[in-house]
């Protein structure tokens, strides 16, 4: 039987608003998966400040593949997978640093920072000089970057990182774009979170995705005043007064999506900030530069998303997630922590405390997620659990293709409020992939 | 003369208190006192636990990300574990609802400095952690711990958690260390 028939199994069902749990759980669509999504999909796999100068490196991943992002001597970036190509040992065991070439620890050979085959011991004696040190250079992604964030994809049929991403590739500029909306950058703030959570790599992306409706996950952090508002609630924008249409875009031709508030005119944005001066001060000046530069479209404030297959995105307390697969039943989380580089010492630091406090599995707020999707995970492996699919159907038939903005959602499908069209349609396009609809 | 007068013996009281102070703070954690133990940390404590990065042995430098300025575990003070504790009480916590259990065995003890108001202990730690039905983590480190004289008894001042992880094999930290 093929794993991926839909006559046998009906997988995903968009009509219905139905995924079957198997693909959560299979061992075979899981392979598949490996094959079809993350062989031939875009991968984010860093941020150029962790590779600014020639020869600096650091480890990644590419789907359980690892890998290493390199700036060769020239200044170009490459990624390369972490396996040498004669027996298979990870060339770079070191997780950043700084190399003229990577020499394996198994039989020496080594290459250089731009992937060649540079040396090889008993060249001479041991291969008569008949190694074609060419054809044996590091295995090689095709590589892009978008506003310091870089990409990778081993597929060359794969459309270019700017057409696959298409529509959504405003969310990754905004993303990557200062609060005051001018020049600057982010930075990214040293050091990777890396955890082992139990459950499918889908859950995350899926949640981040567009997940409005899983208040009652947090219900014991928003009795807190977790953020820099001073008021209870775990959002900073809890506290603004004026309450925003939550926003729900979906691209239904790539399966990424993204999430935002609309805010009526004239709504007060600082009370966001509200208990921490320095941060009060600086979202002051940043918020009117916004309105500078985006007029009546600051009223729009992104809250994240999910680029498919596996990376995502938050905005505000602004983090990027990689679910990365290791295994149906275990998922490999890296985080990635941002503040703006030209922001003040004590407004980065106030940014930074706040993310740890909230994100990652020591955040007041994703501890909570991760015991959910861990438990639901284990829940829907059984046969009798694997019969019934999961109901994904909220909104369904109410997408809009214009919302109540026309600028918000170009070349997307809208739906306001609490909403799945964001999961119908990131699985949508996994069905797509997959060979399954 | 009195043993205490008797400084390799005075120390070895000292000793004693900084030990029995670790060994109090792991039973009430494992207890579930949690508001008890937040009375024993100083109302400016330090409680940092960094992340480890594979280097090379002949550059440790950067194995360790940096208190105050890198993305850690924990970075924080009593207000943001005082929130840790009041969200573990308020049983809709779903990381902790229903509780693990949890085991704290401190060991290694080492009273590093004791001659100035904050003495510098040393120890190492393993966590155990049995949830719901078979969840079952271990995490292993060591602490770096400054405990301060007071009146009434000691009180951790800082924490440094230095765990023996690079990527975390356990889902979440909705623990205390």
């Known amino acids: 039987m093929d794993p991926i028939d839909p006559g046998t199994r009906p997988l995903v069902d968009p009509q219905r608003g139905l995924v079957s749990r198997e693909i959560f759980v299979d061992a075979q669509l899981y392979a598949a998966e490996q094959e079809r999504i993350f062989a031939t999909q875009w991968l984010f796999v860093g941020h150029v400040s962790q590779v600014r100068r020639p020869g600096d490196f650091v480890v990644s991943r590419m789907g359980e593949e690892p890998v290493l992002l390199v ?367 | 003369m009195s043993a205490v007068d008797n400084p390799a013996l005075a120390r070895l009281l000292r000793v004693r208190e900084a030990e029995e102070f670790l060994y109090r703070e792991a039973g009430l954690l494992d207890r579930r006192e949690f508001s008890a133990w937040l009375d024993l940390l100083a109302d400016d404590v330090r409680y940092f636990m960094p992340l480890r990065r594979n280097v090379p042995s002949r550059a440790p430098g950067d194995e360790w990300t940096r208190e105050g300025q890198d993305i850690a575990w924990f970075d924080e003070g009593k207000d943001v574990l005082a929130m840790r504790v009041t969200q573990l009480h308020t049983g809709v916590h779903w990381a902790e609802e229903p509780p693990s259990r949890t085991c704290h065995l401190v060991s290694n003890v080492l009273l590093v400095d004791d001659s100035g108001p904050e003495w510098e202990v040393h120890s190492h730690f393993i966590f155990y952690r049995s949830r719901m039905e078979r969840e079952t983590d271990l995490l292993a480190g060591r602490r770096e711990d400054r405990l301060r004289v007071m009146p009434d008894g000691l009180r951790l001042a800082y924490r440094r958690v230095l765990i023996d992880h690079n990527v975390l094999p356990i889902k979440n930290l909705s623990n205390f260390f």
């Open chain 1, 71 to 437: 700036r060769d001597v020239d200044g170009a970036l490459h990624v390369f997978l972490n396996s040498c190509r004669h027996r298979g040992m990870q060339v770079c065991r070191y997780d950043q640093g700084n190399a003229t070439e990577f020499a394996c620890p198994y039989h020496g050979w080594t290459f250089d920072t731009k992937g060649r085959l540079a040396a090889v011991p008993a060249l001479r004696e041991g291969y008569f000089s008949e190694l074609e040190l060419a054809h044996w250079g590091l295995v090689e992604a095709r590589v892009a970057e978008l506003k310091g964030s870089i990409w990778a994809c081993w597929d060359a049929a794969t459309p270019s990182l700017d057409d696959w991403l298409g529509d959504a590739r405003i969310w990754i500029e905004e993303f990557f774009t200062v609060p005051d909306a001018g020049a600057g950058e982010l930075e990214l703030i040293a050091g990777v979170q890396k955890w082992t959570l139990p459950c499918n790599w889908k859950f995350g992306a899926e949640n981040f995705s567009g997940d409005n409706y899983h208040n009652v996950s947090h219900a014991s952090v928003d009795q807190l005043a977790l953020s820099p508002s001073g008021k209870t609630g775990r959002h900073q924008y809890d506290a603004i007064p004026q309450k925003p249409v939550l926003q729900n875009i979906a691209y239904a031709s790539t399966g990424h999506c993204g999430r935002g508030a609309l805010y009526p005119p004239g709504f007060d944005f600082l009370s966001a900030y509200a208990a921490v001066p320095q941060l009060h001060a600086y979202y002051q000046r940043a918020y009117a530069g916004r309105q500078t530069q985006l007029g009546e479209q600051a009223r729009f404030v992104p809250h994240g998303g999910t680029i498919f297959p596996n990376m995502s995105f938050s905005n505000g307390r602004t983090s990027i997630a990689l679910w990365h697969p290791a295994g149906p039943e275990t998922c490999e989380v890296w985080r990635f922590y941002f503040v703006p580089e030209h922001a003040p010492e004590a407004v980065k630091d106030h940014l930074r405390r706040y993310v740890i406090r909230y994100q990652g599995p020591s955040g007041l707020t994703e501890e909570d997620d991760m015991e959910n999707w861990n438990l639901a995970h284990r829940a829907s492996r059984g046969t009798i659990a694997r019969r019934h699919p999961y109901h994904m159907a909220m909104g369904l038939g109410h997408e809009m293709a214009v919302g109540s903005e026309p600028w918000i959602a170009r070349g997307g499908t809208v739906m306001e409020g609490v909403s799945e069209q964001n999961q119908r349609g990131y699985y949508r396009r996994w069905a797509q992939l997959m060979g399954a609809l």
